[in-house]
């Protein structure tokens, strides 16, 4: 299986180093780690906001470092979480004397990871509080599961507690927010063809070559359905009944819409399907106030896409609307 790489083992480190030299005004990784950090941490006064997960969904999570998002990310192996020691490394360079908070995919390496964190961060008589992303609304929630996925939506969570922060806002105030946006915010994705791990030799899953999964994950897991393909307009017709229905978002409702490639997917066929999107809440009486169609959370070379709404008041609009400069995302 092709990839542009040296050895597997280094490929994490390797594009880390490439990022931190091509955006070095805005991030650096402290030697040592993969955690990447704002090239000006520890902001004084400021909550730092912190996250982290496995690699191979760039340019989430380092590629949302700087100002108005994160502080800092931590970059484990592809798909795996990353280990407590960089954990502790970032918290100590972003300590800003605020506190931080944690924002957490629901999966249950990430989850174990941060809660050992949190006591690193008791000990050190750092204030932290935490949020859980669970936009997924193909995964049901049921007693005795893990739940729901946290998936591209985390990326408006960044977005919102970033904004809250760079306001210098108090840890109760940033948590406040960011939870806000985890309850506001839902997720369905969809993919074409699997993804490869960089040193195996075969994708996750299988799919024929009139066959689509509905209901993916970020990690080159199956979805919940597989079907036939479709064309762009049942599709997305479909994959929005799942979202709207789910919040449930209402007619005169104002939302942010996220169409996000899972890596491989051409900007023509995003754009297809933000046509859908908006055209789908046009006839059902949402309206758009702002909009995402790129890559934000990717699953190496996957073919597909996510579709994320966001259910927005007046304090969400500002915050969304506050600047930020990442090497992803920068508004003015």
């Known amino acids: 299986m092709k990839k542009v790489m040296n050895k597997p083992e280094d490929i994490v480190k390797e594009m880390l180093e490439g990022m931190s030299k091509a955006h070095r005004r805005l991030v650096e990784v402290i030697p040592g780690t993969q955690a990447v950090v704002r090239a000006d941490a520890p902001v004084m006064g400021k909550v730092a906001v912190i996250t982290g997960g496995g690699s191979g969904h760039e340019p989430a999570h380092g590629g949302f470092v700087?100002?108005?998002?994160?502080?800092?990310?931590?970059?484990?192996?592809?798909?795996?979480?990353?280990?407590l020691s960089d954990g502790i490394a970032a918290l100590e360079r972003c300590n800003g004397g605020k506190g931080a908070l944690f924002i957490i995919k629901n999966y249950t390496g990430d989850i174990l990871l941060f809660d050992m964190l949190e006591e690193e961060a008791q000990d050190r008589d750092i204030p932290v509080k935490k949020v859980l992303v669970t936009d997924d609304v193909a995964v049901e929630e049921r007693e005795g599961t893990t739940g729901r996925r946290g998936v591209a939506g985390t990326v408006f969570v960044h977005k919102i507690a970033g904004a809250m922060a760079d306001k210098r806002a108090p840890l109760e105030e940033v948590h406040r927010v960011a939870q806000k946006c985890v309850d506001s915010v839902r997720t369905l994705g969809v993919a074409l063809s699997p993804c490869i791990v960089p040193g195996r030799d075969k994708p996750n899953f299988e799919l024929g070559?009139?066959?689509?999964?509905?209901?993916?994950?970020?990690?080159?897991?199956?979805?919940?359905?597989?079907?036939?393909?479709?064309?762009?307009?049942?599709?997305?017709?479909?994959?929005?009944?799942r979202i709207v229905g789910?919040?449930?978002?209402?007619?005169?409702q104002e939302v942010a819409v996220m169409v996000n490639g899972m890596g491989a997917t051409p900007l023509m066929e995003l754009y297809v399907v933000f046509n859908e999107v908006a055209k789908y809440l046009d006839r059902t009486g949402i309206d758009i106030y702002r909009s995402y169609v790129g890559e934000y959370m990717t699953s190496l070379e996957m073919a597909g896409f996510s579709i994320t709404l966001l259910a927005l008041d007046e304090e969400l609009k500002s915050l969304l609307d506050h600047p930020c400069e990442t090497p992803a995302l920068t508004q003015r």
């Open 246 to 252: 789910d919040l449930p978002f209402e007619r005169g």
């Open 66 to 83: 700087g100002k108005g998002m994160l502080d800092a990310a931590l970059a484990g192996a592809v798909f795996c979480s990353p280990p």
């Open 209 to 241: 070559a009139d066959e689509m999964e509905l209901g993916i994950g970020i990690h080159g897991e199956p979805g919940v359905e597989r079907t036939s393909l479709r064309p762009a307009r049942e599709l997305v017709d479909g994959m929005m009944g």
